[in-house]
C-alpha cells in the first residue's frame, strides 16, 4: 500500500520559516519525481515547486528564492524549506509521487497558516 505522509506544517508569523516533510512508503522512492503542491481557501490547487528522480528542482515563480526542495532517497523523505513566508503562502501543502507509467500517489496534506 502506498502512503504519503506530510508533516511540519503550522502557525508562523510573516517572514518566518518552517520545513515542511513528506515520507513515502510503498513505492521505489528514488524512481519518482516528487512535487509540493497547495491548496488555499477557495483556490485552486497549484504546483508549489517539485524535484526529479534525479535530484533536479524547479519552482513557481511565486516561490523562487524563498523556497528549497530536498530529497533523501535513503529516508524516502522530501523536504520543503520555506523562508520569508508570506500571508499568501497560507494554504494546505500536499506532496505529488509520480512515475511515468505507474501512476500518481498524494498524501493528505498539513495546513501551512502565515499570520501575525
Known amino acids: 500500500q502506498v502512503q504519503l505522509v506530510e508533516s511540519g506544517g503550522g502557525l508562523v508569523q510573516p517572514g518566518g520559516s518552517l520545513r515542511l516533510s513528506c515520507v513515502a512508503s510503498?513505492?521505489?522512492?528514488?524512481?519518482?519525481?516528487i512535487g509540493w503542491y497547495r491548496q488555499a481557501p477557495g483556490k485552486q490547487r497549484e504546483w508549489v515547486a517539485g524535484?526529479?528522480?534525479?535530484?533536479?528542482?524547479n519552482y513557481a515563480d511565486s516561490v523562487k528564492d524563498r523556497f528549497t526542495i530536498s530529497r533523501d532517497n535513503a529516508k524516502n523523505t522530501v523536504y520543503l524549506q520555506m523562508n520569508s513566508l508570506k500571508s499568501e503562502d497560507t494554504a494546505v501543502y500536499y506532496c505529488?509521487?509520480?512515475?511515468?507509467?505507474?501512476?500518481?500517489?498524494w498524501g493528505q496534506g498539513t495546513q501551512v497558516t502565515v499570520s501575525a
Open positions: 505529488k509521487a509520480d512515475r511515468v507509467s505507474y501512476g500518481s500517489y
Open positions: 510503498g513505492i521505489i522512492f528514488n524512481r519518482y519525481s
Open positions: 524535484i526529479t528522480s534525479a535530484g533536479s528542482p
